[in-house]
C-alpha cells in the first residue's frame, strides 16, 4: 500500500458541488443512483443552514478532492452520549488502497472522541468486501445481532396519517 500526503478539513460552503459529485460517484458504485435525489441548495441547507443537520470533511492532496466523510450525531440511550454516525464514506476509485479511507476514519475516531462520544456506528453493504475489510483492520466489529429498518415514500407516508 503506497500512502500519500493527506490534509482532511472540514467541509466549506464551497465545498457543497463537489460533495454532491462524492454523493453521485458514490451511489453508482453502490449501484444506487436512481435513488440520488439530493440537489445542492438541500445540501447546503443541511450542512450549512439554520437547522444544520450533518457534516463532512474532505481529503484533499494538493487542494484536490480525492473523498469524504458524510456524518451527524445520534445518541446512545444506555451510555447517556451521543455518538457519531457515519453515513458515508467514499474515496475516489484512483486513490484507494492508499489510506485515503483510513486517514478519513481516523479524523473521524478523533473528532468522536474530542465531542466526549460514547461510540462510532455506520452501515456497510454485505458485498462491499474491501470496505468490510478496511473496517475490520480498524478494529470495527459487526452488528449482526442488529438488523436495519426504513421507512421511506409512502409507506412512511401512510404510517404518519394514522396518527
Given at each position: 500500500m503506497q500512502s500519500i500526503e493527506l490534509t482532511i478539513r472540514q467541509a466549506e460552503t464551497a465545498d457543497v458541488p463537489q460533495i454532491l459529485q462524492f454523493i453521485k460517484e458514490l451511489a453508482e458504485y453502490?449501484?444506487?443512483?436512481s435513488q440520488v435525489t439530493a440537489t445542492e441548495q438541500a445540501l447546503a441547507d443541511s450542512l450549512?443552514?439554520?437547522q444544520k443537520s450533518v457534516e463532512a470533511i474532505i481529503a484533499e492532496q494538493n487542494k484536490i478532492p480525492l473523498g469524504f466523510?458524510?456524518?451527524?450525531h445520534n445518541?446512545?440511550?444506555f451510555e447517556g452520549r451521543s455518538g457519531l454516525y457515519?453515513?458515508?464514506?467514499y474515496v475516489q476509485p484512483a486513490s484507494?488502497?492508499?489510506g485515503v479511507g483510513t486517514a478519513l476514519m481516523k479524523y473521524l475516531a478523533a473528532l468522536a472522541l474530542?465531542?466526549?462520544c460514547a461510540r462510532m456506528e455506520w452501515a456497510v453493504l454485505n458485498w462491499n468486501e474491501n470496505a468490510i475489510r478496511l473496517y475490520k483492520t480498524l478494529g470495527s466489529v459487526p452488528m449482526n445481532e442488529w438488523r436495519v429498518y426504513r421507512l421511506t415514500g409512502e409507506p412512511l407516508t401512510k404510517l404518519a396519517q394514522k396518527r
Open positions: 453502490e449501484k444506487l443512483s450549512f443552514g439554520a466523510a458524510l456524518f451527524f445518541f446512545s440511550s457515519l453515513e458515508d464514506l484507494r488502497g492508499k474530542e465531542r466526549n
